[in-house]
């Protein structure tokens, strides 16, 4: 069944915005030359946005346990290259190329129409260089950290009020008080796609007792054999989805804690 997330075109962007990252992956059928021949031409197609490179080596690791042998035996499979494709200024973006997926992320988001325009080069880019007869998953993920501190706020039961009560009931009891982390996922059909949803406490990196609140939204599509032409326009219909799901998930008379301005302003 469809999704039916109330539709929101209000055009604001959160001066406190809680996204760490933003990331679509696009995976294909494996093009063998991709980790064999260094790619020097998707490299010059793109090398002005992301003038930096490297190259990675996915690894496998497994680990082994046995009736036999109790104590675990861990083992490693190096897989195929990544090549890592970075933009200047703190590398925030990056391009990821390998001979099954190719990827965007970013974790200094700003609008929609940035990261599509950049989705954009890089797509056609990688149609132009090795002409993949299809994709097979597409998929667009945004991943928010409801930070207690970057929202002013001092405690995690202030955070938590921010957000729809379907989602945080298990939170509200007089059982236990703030738990210390607990997540959730949910997965919802779309009519050939999904919206991954997963939410939930979860310990913050800096130094502090404070948890934060993780809203976790992947919308993806998989198919055997999806067209190359409409990617970004695909995208973008997974975007509008997942920016309804995210405002849904945020209870309306609380929003004024995240600093909504107009998307102009945001652009300047």
Not at 89 to 101: C, I, K, N
Not at 181 to 196: F, I, T, Y
Request: hydrophobic share 40%; net charge negative; proline share 7%.
């Amino acid at each position: 069944m469809p999704l039916s997330f109330p539709h929101r075109n209000d055009d604001i962007r959160l001066g406190r915005s809680p996204l760490t990252e933003v990331v679509c992956q696009v995976r294909f059928p494996p093009v063998l030359r991709i980790p064999e021949t260094k790619p020097v031409e998707f490299q010059e197609l793109i090398r002005e946005r992301f003038p930096e490179f490297e190259t990675e080596q996915r690894v496998l690791f497994q680990v082994q346990v046995s009736a036999q042998n109790p104590q675990p035996a861990a083992s490693s499979q190096p897989l195929s290259k990544v090549y890592k494709f970075q933009s200047p200024r703190r590398r925030a973006t990056t391009v990821h190329l390998a001979e099954d997926f190719f990827s965007l992320s970013t974790s200094r988001y700003i609008v929609w129409e940035q990261f599509a325009a950049d989705l954009t080069m890089v797509a056609n880019s990688f149609v132009e260089v090795y002409r993949p007869a299809y994709f097979q998953r597409i998929g667009l993920r945004y991943v928010n950290v409801l930070d207690p501190e970057r929202l002013g706020l001092s405690s995690l039961s202030e955070v938590v009020d921010l957000v729809q009560p379907a989602l945080t009931c298990a939170f509200r009891t007089d059982a236990w008080q703030e738990p210390a982390e607990m997540v959730s996922q949910l997965v919802l059909e779309d009519e050939g796609a999904a919206l991954g949803l997963r939410f939930g406490i979860v310990e913050r990196a800096e130094n502090t007792d404070i948890s934060a609140f993780a809203l976790d939204l992947d919308y993806f599509e998989e198919g055997e054999e999806l067209p190359i032409t409409d990617l970004v326009e695909r995208c973008e219909r997974f975007h509008s989805v997942i920016y309804d799901a995210f405002r849904w998930s945020i209870r309306e008379d609380r929003l004024a804690a995240f600093d909504p301005k107009p998307k102009k302003e945001a652009q300047l």
